[in-house]
């Protein structure tokens, strides 16, 4: 439906038509002949087997239940050499399955959710085979199967009992132990024989149809975090308030708010004097803030009044994937008309749009077969046909935010064509698919690990979870699609201030006014401030609250130190004069004061030639050092003003050097929250795996531009006479939420965040990014250095003071890399 103009390049076609031909035949579940005995229980007496439980409470949201067990057959078992198989043989599964099946899944419906991080071991000695076994999962649901141990949540204690397979009933059972991790136990039955402080309770050798269970409460904290995510019945209420609800829209509400009082702010601040492109931009501020409610709104709040109106209504079928479909499709059509002037792509979209949504409005009345819906599985046609409309749903919702981003930033002007977004959203959308298949291979690899695969029913358990994956793809893309768009939302801040800025027009307007440092200010306190949440709830307001005031108060620090702050002529700051100065003026005046202090620090005393001409050079420096407020000197201007003439002019170059600096930080932070440890694993399943990847690239990349602008823009106002030392205060205003927001999760034991490992990456991308402005504002003078190394102990004028700092720095890049390469990776919860 897009227009000539705006069509994909031939090599994405033909993407596109092998995605839809090969994937929908990827992962086909095959069924293979039955070719293994019965499991022989009466061989497996003499089987030995130790039983771990083990509950991690304290530093995660979610509690954590790990199980381990260690089962030695004898080899003399009919099956125990089908157990040295590979782990995709048929036979090797059933042998497997003989010994650590869960009687809760039973036949009808095998498939195992338990994650498993490491494979099951396998070692054969002659006369035993040892198998270790390690499976663990979040406590997300009322009911979770781990190992040989079943989890029963409910509102007055938890229960965590053994409940193995049946073909080990008869089985030695050397040690069963039950770890609470710290809580204490309520009731446990049998009598335990061993335990240490009421939470590590043991049992050895236990009868038959004896196996162990315990209650106990849990933390208060991941009990509520629990409870305000589920939605079983028992607490739906509660999750209503929670972070997949009304404290996930928070953030947006809240964020969309504040720009809203900014720009109000702004336009109150230009008052007669605004123009119609500025009057553009602010409309179009306003307009973007209210958009950023309303989707925050619709993507976290839209299930439940769904849900309450089922409930009134008496709705017999859910159709809430349906309603993320709708919202999903809103979201990227609402960002396509708000970002694009072009009227052909609109219309385009808009049609488009129509088109997906009525042929799924078709195929859920009609119960047509070609697209998920709640009633009918996929066909074999469906697969084709799905992966197209998704595809289709995902280009436009990766349209809309990339010209809803380029619209941003160059408010007044449109610069990327068509041409060019088109074919760039049909590839992001293919990727999005590609890895959605890919991860529900890898899923399904993981959850039908035990199941025999010579059922009649197994190709149906394919097809009906593939058919789920697909009937709730749209509702996984949501929050992370949202994600991308919340973040490119604090950027608006520097497309209205491209345009609205009072220094365009008063040349006296060294600093931003104080609306535009209002403006400043909200942009770093939405942009950095922490989400905060406790017990299950949002304190996004209490972080962003501190952010907000930690830089207003550097900036009011500033105000009283900053060189260009001091009293001047007629009162006025010195930055109003310097500002009407020639910057060439400026710089040589600087060098001069330097070349005086180099010459009179050779001279002696002794020689009444030098002395005379030392009397000289000192009248000379106190004759410039008074022609300034007191306590300036005349080489600290060319600091205080920054590399450029104009504040806006530091504020681009601070955003571009802190972008292409923090690029190795990105990458290094990427690795530690993404890939290291489990949490490769865990990404690699996740149906928006792809997303949530770029949100964390691009929030980080979002983070050091933002902070590099705010660096920039302030440079004249921040407190230190040298780069470094005003990127210092920066780091001070983002450490503040960072390091409250970590005691009260340490405190209440939440899951915190690196939070040495950011600081320092922080620090270190600002402090480079200081160091940097401050040599491009010498960067006439590199000429007569022979390296980079001799310029910076020269403009530094490198005493015992500086080269400290400058220690201190590499300190703080060894303290980052150690601190991330040793830190303990927490798995993403799924």
């Excluded at 610069?415 to 293919?430: D, E, K, S």
């Amino acid at each position: 439906m897009i227009s000539h103009g705006c069509s994909a390049p031939r090599p994405l076609h033909v993407l596109l038509l092998l995605l839809c031909l090969v994937l929908p035949v990827v992962g086909r579940a095959d069924a293979a002949e039955r070719a293994s005995p019965g499991c022989r229980a009466d061989q497996l007496e003499k089987t030995k087997v130790t039983a771990l439980a083990e509950f991690e409470h304290r530093g995660n949201d979610y509690s954590v239940l790990k199980s381990t067990m260690d089962v030695s057959v004898p080899a003399t078992w009919a099956r125990a050499s089908e157990l040295l198989l590979d782990t995709h043989s048929p036979v090797y599964r059933s042998a497997l399955a003989c010994l650590v099946s869960k009687p809760a899944l039973g036949q009808d419906d095998p498939l195992d959710d338990e994650w498993r991080f490491a494979p099951v071991a396998v070692k054969a000695d002659g006369q035993w085979v040892k198998v270790h076994y390690e499976a663990s999962t979040w406590v997300q649901s009322s009911f979770s199967a781990v190992g040989p141990w079943e989890l029963t949540v409910t509102p007055e204690h938890w229960l965590i009992e053994l409940k193995p397979s049946p073909d080990l009933k008869s089985a030695n059972w050397e040690s069963v132990q039950v770890n609470l991790g710290g809580q204490g136990a309520l009731t446990a039955t049998p009598p335990p024989a061993f335990g240490e402080g009421g939470t590590n309770l043991s049992w050895r050798h236990k009868k038959p149809d004896q196996y162990p269970a315990v209650t106990f409460r849990p933390p208060a904290v991941q009990q509520w975090n629990f409870v305000t995510t589920s939605l079983e019945p028992s607490w739906e209420t509660w999750e209503t308030w929670g972070m997949w609800s009304a404290s996930g829209a928070f953030w947006y509400v809240a964020s969309g708010a504040l720009l809203l009082v900014a720009a109000r702010r702004l336009t109150r601040s230009l008052a007669d004097r605004t123009m119609p492109a500025q009057s553009t931009a602010l409309r179009f501020l306003r307009w973007w803030s209210i958009l950023l409610i309303f989707l925050g709104l619709l993507v976290y709040l839209g299930d439940n009044l769904y849900r309450l109106l089922g409930r009134l209504m008496a709705w017999e079928f859910d159709y809430s994937p349906m309603l993320s479909v709708f919202s999903l499709a809103f979201l990227g059509l609402a960002l396509c008309l708000l970002g694009s002037r072009s009227k052909r792509l609109r219309v385009s979209v808009s049609v488009l749009v129509l088109v997906i949504l009525g042929w799924y409005v078709v195929s859920e009345v009609f119960e047509f077969a070609l697209l998920p819906t709640s009633d009918v599985l996929l066909s074999a046609p469906g697969w084709t046909v799905a992966a197209l409309a998704i595809c289709a749903l995902m280009s436009v919702c990766w349209l809309g935010v990339i010209a809803a981003g380029q619209r941003i930033l160059l408010i007044r002007e449109t610069r990327i064509p068509p041409r060019v977004m088109v074919p760039a959203a049909i590839t992001a959308a293919m990727v999005t698919v590609l890895w959605g298949y890919l991860a529900f291979e890898r899923y399904w690899d993981r959850i039908s690990w035990l199941a025999d695969l010579g059922q009649p029913e197994f190709q149906l358990w394919w097809e009906i979870t593939l058919h789920n994956w697909w009937w709730y793809f749209p509702e996984y893309v949501l929050v992370p699609m949202l994600g991308l768009v919340g973040i490119l939302a604090p950027l608006a801040v520097l497309g209205v201030l491209r345009v609205c800025r009072v220094e365009q027009y008063e040349k006296s307007a060294f600093t931003p006014a104080p609306a535009e440092k209002f403006l400043l200010v909200v942009l770093f306190a939405i942009t950095l401030a922490p989400l905060g949440d406790y017990y299950g709830l949002s304190a996004y307001a209490l972080t962003l609250l501190l952010c907000m005031c930690a830089a207003w108060g550097v900036l009011a620090l500033g105000s009283s130190v900053s060189v260009l702050e001091r009293p001047f002529a007629d009162n006025a700051p010195l930055g109003m004069t310097i500002s009407q100065t020639e910057r060439a003026d400026v710089l040589r005046l600087a060098r001069r004061f330097r070349e005086l202090q180099a010459r009179l620090s050779h001279l002696g005393t002794a020689n009444p030639a030098e002395r005379a001409e030392r009397e000289s050079l000192e009248a000379e420096i106190d004759r410039l050092d008074q022609s300034l407020p007191a306590g300036v000197r005349p080489v600290d201007l060319p600091f205080a003003c920054g590399p450029l003439t104009t504040w806006w002019g530091n504020a681009r170059r601070g955003a571009v050097i802190a972008s292409l600096v923090g690029l190795p930080a990105t990458g290094l932070l990427y690795w530690t929250s993404v890939v290291k440890g489990d949490s490769w694993t865990v990404n690699a399943e996740d149906p928006a795996g792809f997303l949530w990847i770029t949100v964390a690239i691009l929030f980080w990349q979002i983070v050091w531009l933002v902070a590099g602008f705010f660096l920039g823009a302030l440079w004249r106002d921040l407190p230190g006479r040298h780069g470094p030392t005003k990127a210092l205060f920066v780091a001070l205003a983002f450490a503040v939420p960072e390091v409250a927001d970590f005691l009260v999760a340490q405190a209440l034991g939440e899951s915190v965040p690196s939070l040495i490992g950011e600081i320092a990456a922080f620090a270190s991308v600002m402090t480079c990014t200081g160091l940097v402005m401050d040599l491009q504002t010498f960067q006439n003078e590199r000429r007569y250095w022979a390296t980079n190394a001799g310029m910076v102990a020269y403009i530094y004028q490198m005493r015992f003071a500086s080269v400290a700092f400058f220690v201190a720095q590499l300190i703080a890049l060894a303290t980052l890399w150690k601190t991330l390469s040793e830190v303990t990776s927490t798995s993403p919860i799924p």
